[in-house]
């Protein structure tokens, strides 16, 4: 009697401890889920494989799946779009340097414009439409609803009850097989009865190739329009759907799927391009119909179950590599959208917060990996517009850049290499804008570019001009060398890119008045500056924000140069540029960090763009052994965010997701936090989405970034646990984030106090670590774990 109520006990907690860690496990699943459908294409949930992507609707009886390929494109290549100003620079660059901003203005004008001006746009593939018929009442009653995406396995799945059957409907992108696979299932048999269309609003048509099988084959139509290239027939693309039924009959019609009475059916639908990355441009060659058969020809044979289990342990692989824990999602079970609803009316939720972190990485999964060849643009790859915001392209005054934040330090360094590989390929055009618009060696891009490789300026030059794109970029391709010490990369793919950008910031630069080496012309992304005399202008020479790149930018190839054995009169060439750089400067204004080389008063004082702070972030420059510039930094946000408010200004999404990198480097994680809550409130869509307005993605993965820089920093040569943690995330653990050095890093807090780390070094390296004010060396032996406790211990 006394043993068995004693193993009655021991059931009890066992069952307890157990159903609690079960339910702990359930309520921190990586899940977005509804209970209705997307009202609108803001709502609707994005899968992707890196170069398919679709949004899910999940619509029971009319659903829409809006698909993208991320090569399709309106617009072409352009040859010759560099103005010719070499004759004219020196005389522009003298008018900067002697102060007559007017006439250096009028000068550019006149000769630095590109023809043409502007790009076209990123564009949707199409649509698939299911219209599902009931087989005994028009409008039938829809019961337990519900939609999800699960970031985990990338499956959106949706499913509903009606007439007492359940349906089932699971999309994914995969991209060990390279299609968007769909399939529909009922609960009871042949209950299936519907129509699938495929169609897109223009320049393709849709016929069946067989009764399994739709074909849409299309050409970009562009019209003559303003500024933009010629018009004509353009981009050719195609996609394949293929679907297959269980039980019931299947059969093509026009553009459309007739279903009839089916129990299962699955889809695979695929899509190409004539695009070909290594020119960046259309290809003759390529037969993007014949592109699509050979994808699609082995899946014939593949059961739905093999494609989704290839694709689940080839996704969740990459997707679990970070884990992450803010306390206990208490509100797992609450839809996200009421989730988002209740913090848009005040409350904090770590939960979404963690899941937000996590769909920044799903994201940029979704949008540059293999089988993609192009880097995310700013919508990813998910875009349903045909003339989209800023033609949903790379913006490389910041955008592009914020997109690859996240890359390194949450783990996925493959995405980057999309990035890095798009990069060399705008080596070429790069050289000839440098040596036609900037009459200089090496090669640039200025604050756009497309997939046609345009580096010239566009749309006009006063926001432009922007050469130091170029510098910018290529410092994505050393910081994948940091996080990876991936040497043959460095010597291979990132160093001669680097050191043709350095080459064209050496023949660039020109000595102002003062022997100072500056950029001109110049500008700092995209704000104005005013004279006293009331005039306002973007172009000047050296700003700020220049000079940090250049200096980040000559750092770094001085570094690598160390690695690949680069002849040492380079490495001199380059430091004799850093000792004579114009020295980063606090405003005796307002004491800020100032923005351009002169004092000036700034145009829009509460301006998006902070770029004189890239030298807190992304750069690494301002840190705490400058303690007038780390407090000139911390008053430059302030100030711009006063201004904001007062409306003299804009606060979009990736503005706020900058400012929480900026406090994180600033070691103000309350601050951090509140930013994080702002951009929350102000600037989330009910699909998570980051909005500018409209959805910008760089949002996200700025967020992503910097909710990664509150928990680990490595870029001031040692690696910092928790540098700045909210009072509000009291208790969490973090694994899998990487430090530059290839270090696996976890931590785990406990009352707001490290309580544990843990370092996995995929070499033998010697390293400091640091919480707080407390530092520890460490010798860390390659794939040995090494773990802390909260005194930086080697914990037993
Ligand atoms: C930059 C920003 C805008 C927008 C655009 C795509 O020019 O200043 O806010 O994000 O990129």
């Given at each position: 009697?006394?043993?068995?109520?004693?193993?009655?006990?021991?059931?009890?907690?066992?069952?307890?401890?157990?159903?609690?860690?079960?339910?702990?496990?359930?309520?921190?699943?990586?899940?977005?889920?509804?209970?209705?459908?997307?009202?609108?294409?803001?709502?609707?949930?994005?899968?992707?494989?890196?170069?398919?992507?679709?949004?899910?609707?999940?619509?029971?009886?009319?659903?829409?799946?809006?698909?993208?390929?991320?090569?399709?494109?309106?617009?072409?290549?352009?040859?010759?779009?560099?103005?010719?100003?070499?004759?004219?620079?020196?005389?522009?660059?003298?008018?900067?340097?002697?102060?007559?901003?007017?006439?250096?203005?009028?000068?550019?004008?006149?000769?630095?414009?590109?023809?043409?001006?502007?790009?076209?746009?990123?564009?949707?593939?199409?649509?698939?439409?299911?219209?599902?018929?009931?087989?005994?009442?028009?409008?039938?009653?829809?019961?337990?609803?519900?939609?999800?995406?699960?970031?985990e396995n990338g499956i959106a799945t949706t499913i509903w009850s009606m007439e007492g059957v359940t349906f089932t409907r699971e999309v994914f992108a995969s991209a060990p097989?390279?299609?968007?696979?769909?399939?529909?299932?009922?609960?009871?048999?042949?209950?299936?009865?519907?129509?699938?269309?495929?169609?897109?609003?223009?320049?393709?048509?849709?016929?069946?190739?067989?009764?399994?099988?739709?074909?849409?084959?299309?050409?970009?139509?562009?019209?003559?329009?303003?500024?933009?290239?010629?018009?004509?027939?353009?981009?050719?693309?195609?996609?394949?759907?293929?679907?297959?039924?269980?039980?019931?009959?299947?059969?093509?019609?026009?553009?459309?799927?007739?279903?009839?009475?089916?129990?299962?059916?699955?889809?695979?639908?695929?899509?190409?391009?004539?695009?070909?990355?290594?020119?960046?441009?259309?290809?003759?060659?390529?037969?993007?119909?014949?592109?699509?058969?050979?994808?699609?020809?082995?899946?014939?044979?593949?059961?739905?179950?093999?494609?989704?289990?290839?694709?689940?342990?080839?996704?969740?692989?990459?997707?679990?590599?970070?884990?992450?824990?803010?306390?206990?999602?208490?509100?797992?079970?609450?839809?996200?959208?009421?989730?988002?609803?209740?913090?848009?009316?005040?409350?904090?939720?770590?939960?979404?917060?963690?899941?937000?972190?996590?769909?920044?990485?799903?994201?940029?999964?979704?949008?540059?990996?293999?089988?993609?060849?192009?880097?995310?643009?700013?919508?990813?790859?998910?875009?349903?517009?045909?003339?989209?915001?800023?033609?949903?392209?790379?913006?490389?005054?910041?955008?592009?850049?914020?997109?690859?934040?996240?890359?390194?330090?949450?783990?996925?360094?493959?995405?980057?290499?999309?990035?890095?590989?798009?990069?060399?390929?705008?080596?070429?055009?790069?050289?000839?804008?440098?040596?036609?618009?900037?009459?200089?060696?090496?090669?640039?891009?200025?604050?756009?570019?497309?997939?046609?490789?345009?580096?010239?300026?566009?749309?006009?030059?006063?926001?432009?001009?922007?050469?130091?794109?170029?510098?910018?970029?290529?410092?994505?391709?050393?910081?994948?060398?940091?996080?990876?010490?991936?040497?043959?990369?460095?010597?291979?793919?990132?160093?001669?890119?680097?050191?043709?950008?350095?080459?064209?910031?050496?023949?660039?630069?020109?000595?102002?008045?003062?022997?100072?080496?500056?950029?001109?012309?110049?500008?700092?992304?995209?704000?104005?500056?005013?004279?006293?005399?009331?005039?306002?202008?973007?172009?000047?020479?050296?700003?700020?924000?220049?000079?940090?790149?250049?200096?980040?930018?000559?750092?770094?190839?001085?570094?690598?140069?160390?690695?690949?054995?680069?002849?040492?009169?380079?490495?001199?060439?380059?430091?004799?540029?850093?000792?004579?750089?114009p020295p980063n400067k606090v405003s005796k204004r307002y004491g800020i960090v100032q923005e351009w080389i002169e004092d000036y008063e700034e145009n829009e004082p509460g301006?998006?763009?902070?770029?004189?702070?890239?030298?807190?972030?992304?750069?690494?420059?301002?840190?705490?052994?400058?303690?007038?510039?780390?407090?000139?930094?911390?008053?430059?946000?302030?100030?711009?965010?006063?201004?904001?408010?007062?409306?003299?200004?804009?606060?979009?999404?990736?503005?706020?997701?900058?400012?929480?990198?900026?406090?994180?480097?600033?070691?103000?994680?309350?601050?951090?936090?509140?930013?994080?809550?702002?951009?929350?409130?102000?600037?989330?869509?009910?699909?998570?989405?980051?909005?500018?307005?409209?959805?910008?993605?760089?949002?996200?993965?700025?967020?992503?970034?910097?909710?990664?820089?509150?928990?680990?920093?490595?870029?001031?040569?040692?690696?910092?646990?928790?540098?700045?943690?909210?009072?509000?995330?009291?208790?969490?653990?973090?694994?899998?984030?990487?430090?530059?050095?290839?270090?696996?890093?976890?931590?785990?807090?406990e009352k707001s106090r490290l309580k544990k780390a843990s370092l996995v070094s995929a070499v033998d390296q010697d390293v400091t670590v640091r919480y707080g004010t407390l530092?520890?060396?460490?010798?860390?032996?390659?794939?040995?774990?090494?773990?802390?406790?909260?005194?930086?211990?080697?914990?037993?």
């Amino acid at each position: 009697m006394k043993y068995s109520k004693f193993y009655l006990l021991l059931f009890c907690l066992f069952y307890t401890i157990t159903s609690e860690s079960q339910s702990i496990d359930e309520n921190r699943k990586m899940i977005l889920w509804y209970r209705q459908p997307a009202k609108d294409w803001n709502e609707a949930l994005p899968v992707g494989n890196g170069r398919l992507g679709a949004m899910v609707f999940g619509n029971p009886l009319l659903e829409r799946i809006q698909l993208n390929e991320e090569s399709i494109w309106a617009g072409m290549k352009v040859e010759n779009a560099d103005a010719d100003a070499r004759e004219y620079l020196p005389i522009i660059q003298q008018k900067l340097l002697n102060g007559e901003i007017k006439e250096a203005m009028e000068l550019s004008e006149k000769h630095m414009r590109s023809n043409p001006m502007r790009i076209r746009s990123y564009q949707p593939l199409g649509d698939l439409y299911f219209e599902i018929f009931s087989q005994t009442d028009e409008h039938p009653g829809i019961d337990n609803y519900r939609r999800e995406l699960n970031l985990e396995n990338g499956i959106a799945t949706t499913i509903w009850s009606m007439e007492g059957v359940t349906f089932t409907r699971e999309v994914f992108a995969s991209a060990p097989d390279d299609v968007i696979a769909i399939r529909i299932t009922s609960s009871q048999p042949e209950k299936l009865t519907f129509k699938l269309s495929l169609s897109r609003a223009q320049d393709a048509t849709v016929a069946p190739a067989s009764d399994k099988e739709l074909i849409m084959k299309g050409q970009i139509v562009d019209l003559p329009g303003r500024e933009v290239c010629p018009s004509g027939l353009h981009m050719k693309f195609a996609a394949l759907l293929w679907g297959k039924a269980k039980d019931g009959k299947i059969q093509t019609v026009n553009n459309s799927f007739f279903v009839e009475k089916a129990t299962e059916v699955i889809f695979f639908i695929t899509a190409a391009t004539d695009y070909n990355p290594s020119i960046l441009s259309f290809d003759p060659t390529i037969d993007p119909l014949n592109k699509c058969a050979s994808i699609l020809k082995p899946l014939k044979n593949k059961s739905f179950d093999d494609v989704k289990a290839d694709h689940i342990s080839e996704h969740s692989a990459m997707f679990n590599r970070v884990k992450f824990i803010l306390g206990n999602d208490i509100k797992a079970d609450v839809p996200t959208d009421h989730r988002l609803t209740a913090v848009k009316e005040g409350a904090e939720d770590q939960g979404l917060t963690v899941l937000l972190f996590q769909y920044g990485r799903y994201m940029l999964m979704g949008s540059s990996r293999r089988p993609g060849i192009l880097p995310a643009n700013l919508q990813g790859i998910w875009n349903q517009d045909y003339s989209a915001a800023w033609n949903s392209d790379f913006h490389t005054n910041i955008n592009i850049q914020m997109n690859y934040w996240p890359a390194e330090v949450c783990n996925l360094p493959e995405t980057a290499l999309l990035l890095s590989d798009f990069i060399n390929r705008l080596k070429e055009s790069g050289r000839i804008t440098a040596r036609k618009t900037y009459n200089s060696k090496g090669w640039t891009v200025n604050h756009l570019t497309d997939p046609f490789g345009r580096t010239s300026i566009s749309d006009g030059v006063g926001w432009g001009i922007f050469p130091m794109a170029g510098p910018w970029l290529v410092l994505h391709q050393w910081e994948h060398y940091l996080f990876t010490q991936d040497r043959e990369y460095l010597k291979n793919e990132a160093w001669p890119t680097m050191k043709e950008s350095a080459e064209f910031v050496m023949s660039f630069l020109i000595k102002d008045k003062k022997g100072q080496w500056v950029t001109a012309p110049s500008n700092s992304p995209e704000n104005a500056y005013r004279l006293p005399n009331g005039e306002i202008y973007n172009l000047t020479y050296g700003a700020t924000m220049d000079i940090q790149i250049v200096r980040e930018l000559l750092n770094a190839c001085i570094n690598a140069a160390g690695i690949v054995g680069e002849d040492k009169r380079f490495v001199m060439q380059l430091k004799d540029i850093l000792k004579d750089l114009p020295p980063n400067k606090v405003s005796k204004r307002y004491g800020i960090v100032q923005e351009w080389i002169e004092d000036y008063e700034e145009n829009e004082p509460g301006h998006r763009h902070i770029s004189q702070l890239f030298g807190l972030h992304p750069g690494t420059q301002i840190t705490e052994k400058n303690p007038e510039l780390f407090e000139a930094a911390k008053k430059t946000i302030e100030r711009r965010q006063a201004y904001a408010l007062k409306g003299q200004g804009s606060s979009p999404g990736w503005s706020k997701a900058w400012m929480v990198n900026f406090y994180a480097r600033l070691k103000d994680g309350n601050a951090a936090w509140n930013k994080i809550l702002e951009l929350q409130r102000g600037n989330l869509l009910n699909n998570l989405f980051d909005s500018h307005p409209p959805f910008q993605i760089d949002g996200n993965f700025g967020l992503t970034a910097g909710i990664a820089e509150m928990l680990l920093q490595s870029h001031a040569l040692e690696i910092e646990f928790l540098p700045a943690l909210p009072d509000a995330w009291m208790e969490g653990s973090i694994s899998g984030l990487k430090a530059r050095g290839n270090i696996e890093v976890g931590i785990e807090w406990e009352k707001s106090r490290l309580k544990k780390a843990s370092l996995v070094s995929a070499v033998d390296q010697d390293v400091t670590v640091r919480y707080g004010t407390l530092r520890a060396k460490l010798k860390l032996k390659k794939g040995v774990p090494t773990v802390l406790d909260g005194s930086l211990k080697i914990a037993d």
